[in-house]
């Protein structure tokens, strides 16, 4: 079964300063890794998204993702926050054949002015 | 607008009663996900469509929730009998497959692109 697990509920940091959220997964084959960043009365919105090639995954609003294979992790990145990332962030994992997008249960980012 | 559109963004409805939840995906997407969000929880899977047909309701809690799309397009979850604890957001989310570029392979690398969701409140 594949599972994805995001171990901090709320991330806190100041803005300018480089963030990091995190992401591990565990799957049967060969991951399909995506961030989904959720706002207030909106829906999820595609962040980027790691099928192959190179480890270091480039997304919208200056957001990036490394996938490390070893550590089984896809942690979220941005050299530099700003208070308008503050929002609800989920990591989503699947393998091929169509399965089910399975997310984490999200992590809640706050950037402070 | 191009995206996917979700009705009523809001639906309070009373225990017992009977539910109907509307998904307009994207032109062109033949791919439509159903999800249930619950407070504090990530999505979480309900039913996939490909096309008209149900290609995989293994997320579906039990024989209450049914869901179709007659044409291919439009979508509809319903709710029979509803229970308080079937209050959530409820997410649509639509997707290209590879039979949109001609393809037979799967999809899964293709993005889905998600509505504002239907907050369903069970009193």
């Known amino acids: 079964a594949q599972s994805v697990a995001q171990p901090e509920d709320q991330v806190n940091v100041a803005e300018g300063n480089p963030l990091t959220v995190k992401c591990t997964y565990s799957v049967s084959g060969n991951p399909y890794l995506f961030w989904y960043v959720q706002y207030p009365n909106r829906g999820l919105q595609f962040l980027l998204k790691y099928i192959t090639g190179d480890n270091l995954v480039k997304g919208s609003y200056g957001f990036e993702a490394e996938f490390n294979k070893s550590q089984t992790s896809f942690h979220l990145k941005k050299p530099s926050a700003l208070v308008s990332d503050s929002a609800l962030y989920f990591c989503?994992?699947?393998?091929?054949?169509?399965?089910?997008?399975?997310f984490g249960k999200g992590t809640r980012l706050s950037v402070i002015a | 607008g191009a995206g996917v559109s979700q009705t009523p963004s809001n639906k309070v409805t009373e225990k017992g009663k009977y539910v109907e939840l509307r998904c307009d995906p994207i032109s062109g997407h033949t791919a439509l996900y159903w999800y249930r969000q619950s407070l504090g929880q990530g999505p979480e899977f309900l039913i996939y469509f490909q096309g008209t047909g149900a290609a995989d309701d293994s997320g579906l809690p039990n024989d209450r929730f049914f869901a179709v799309r007659p044409e291919g397009s439009v979508s509809t979850l319903k709710i029979q009998r509803t229970e308080r604890g079937d209050s959530a957001v409820y997410l649509c989310a639509s997707s290209l497959t590879g039979r949109d570029f001609g393809l037979a392979g799967p999809s899964s690398y293709n993005e889905q692109f998600f509505g504002p969701g239907t907050r369903l409140t069970v009193l």
């Open positions: 989503a994992v699947r393998v091929s054949g169509n399965t089910p997008l399975v």
